[in-house]
Nanobody, 128 residues
Framework: QVQLVESGGGLVQAGGSLSVSCAAS????????MGWFRQTPGKEREFVAAIAWNGGNTVYADSVKGRFTISRDNAKNTVYLQMNSLKPEDTAVYCCAADRRNSGRTYVSRLEYTYDYWGQGTQVTVSS
């Protein structure tokens, strides 16, 4: 059974830092592209960052570039998102996702529909 379980969300002041994690099981994590998306009520889900199966390629949304860092540990079946210089507009539920169709490729998708497996998400709230 495929599972993606996020953790590490919470409340932080603007300008602060937070790291969220996503533990995967039930599939060959080490060959999948992994992504982070976020969603706020009333808005569509938004791409945040993604990383290729071997960590060799990463992409970021313009809104988080230079502030967020995605990484992965294939030995631990875990993907991370380090968030620095947080802003109130970063407040959202952060979900991780696994892209099967691009497994084993260096191409990294920003497109929601290419991701097959999704976690439930973890809330990140940034106060002003």
């Amino acid at each position: 059974q495929v599972q993606l379980v996020e953790s590490g969300g919470g409340l932080v002041q603007a300008g602060g830092s937070l790291s969220v994690s996503c533990a995967a099981s039930g599939f060959t994590f080490s060959s999948y592209t992994m992504g982070w998306f976020r969603q706020t009520p009333g808005k569509e889900r938004e791409f945040v960052a993604a990383i290729a199966w071997n960590g060799g390629n990463t992409v970021y949304a313009d809104s988080v570039k230079g502030r967020f860092t995605i990484s992965r540990d294939n030995a631990k079946n875990t993907v991370y998102l380090q968030m620095n210089s947080l802003k109130p507009e970063d407040t959202a539920v952060y979900c991780c996702a696994a892209d099967r169709r691009n497994s084993g490729r260096t191409y990294v998708s920003r497109l929601e529909y290419t991701y097959d497996y999704w976690g439930q998400g973890t809330q990140v709230t940034v106060s002003s």
